[in-house]
């Protein structure tokens, strides 16, 4: 049997940091209401111009000098993102000639939240199979460009960024196994109805969210797919030796936790700084624990994602 292993990881935030304090200078909130009801002090926001694809190149070159890959060797790129560069190309094909990479396939992932996790998923069957040898997968926002910033309810919650990882076959573990799911019916509880049409935009360009009812589908979404992943791979909570749950609140991380039965101090949390990345969000909080030397080979590993459609999933790995 074969599998695809993650040999590299890499990330990158945007220079500017925007802090809860700064933001209460700006629309009706406080330091103290972000922070007890998301976790969230501070996050990174793009510079003017700066696009998806600036930073996702970052990411993956950091990725690729970790993983001693170069352009050459690379013959796949899934980028997942809810915020490219422009309507088309893919901003996959934008990195691609970015990276000077000229093999293979580059192709976006629409999944929001869960990008990251379709995108790993999806790479890992490519890669596993042995029809690509060498795969960028990278979660990318500039989510800044569609917070509505006098919104309080949504603007608070995100940040930008990027993470990546580099994909190469192994006969050894690897990734277990992958588990992905969407309930359409969802779709308007987290959302940017707008769109271009006839040069004009159309609706409402900007994130709207019923923060409680996807409180609610995140809780319960990711503990039922957590048990899922696990009961597939005949393992056990107790198993798990990092968890890299989507980083939008502390208090559905909490609540993941306990409900998963991984405790705190194996969860990673990279949201304090950062705040919900979204596509982003797993592979830098991923990144943050290979590179200070938490995660540690032979070590079992669960991603999760959740996110807008509403969309989840799990990717289990052996590191
Ligand atoms: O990546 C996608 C996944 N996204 C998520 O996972 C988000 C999930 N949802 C959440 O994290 C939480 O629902 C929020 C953090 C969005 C909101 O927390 P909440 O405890 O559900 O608060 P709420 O929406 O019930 O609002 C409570 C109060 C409201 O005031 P009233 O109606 O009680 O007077 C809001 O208007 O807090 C008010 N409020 C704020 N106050 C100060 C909402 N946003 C703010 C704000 N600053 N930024």
New binding site residues.
């Given amino acids: 049997m074969t599998y695809s292993r993650i040999i590299g990881t890499g990330s990158y935030l945007p220079e500017r940091v925007v802090t809860n304090l700064e933001l209460e200078q700006r ?4 330091d103290e ?2 922070y007890s ?2 976790g969230i002090q501070a996050r990174h926001v793009a510079a003017e111009g700066e696009l998806t694809s600036d930073l996702a190149v970052k990411a993956a070159q950091a990725a690729m000098a970790a993983a001693g890959v170069t352009a050459d060797e690379v013959d796949l790129i899934v980028l997942a993102t809810t915020t490219p560069d422009m309507v088309f190309p893919s901003t996959a094909c934008i990195v691609q000639a970015k990276l000077g990479v000229s093999n293979g396939a580059a192709f976006d992932i629409q999944a ?2 869960t990008g990251f996790i379709y995108a790993l998923a999806i790479a890992d069957k490519l890669v596993a199979c042995g029809q690509h040898k060498c795969a960028i997968v990278i979660g990318a926002e500039v989510f800044s460009s569609i917070l509505d910033w006098t919104d ?2 949504t603007c ?2 995100f940040g930008d960024g990027a993470g990546a990882v580099v994909l190469k076959q192994s006969d050894q573990p690897g990734i277990l196994s992958s588990h992905l799911h969407s309930d359409g019916a969802l779709n308007h509880i ?1 959302r940017v109805p707008g769109k271009i049409s006839g040069g004009q935009i159309q609706g409402h360009p900007f994130v709207e ?1 019923d ?2 009812s ?2 609610r589908v ?1 809780v319960k979404s990711l503990a039922e797919c957590a048990v899922e992943a696990l009961e597939h791979n005949q393992l056990q909570a107790a198993d798990v030796d990092w968890y890299v749950p ?1 980083q ?2 502390i ?2 991380i909490n609540t993941l936790s306990e409900k998963v039965g991984v405790p705190r101090e194996r969860v990673v949390v990279t949201l304090t700084r950062q705040g ?1 990345t ?1 596509a982003a969000s797993v592979p830098l909080a991923l990144d943050a624990a290979v590179r200070d030397g938490r995660v540690q080979p032979g070590q079992l590993v669960m991603l999760q994602g ?3 459609g509403m969309t989840w999933g799990t990717v289990l790995l052996r590191w």
Avoid: D, K
């Fill in positions: 629309i009706e909130t406080s209401w972000i009801r998301t929001v939240c309080r309810r608070v919650l987290l969210m923060g409680q996807v409180f995140a989507h939008a609140n208090r559905i919900n979204s959740v996110g807008g």
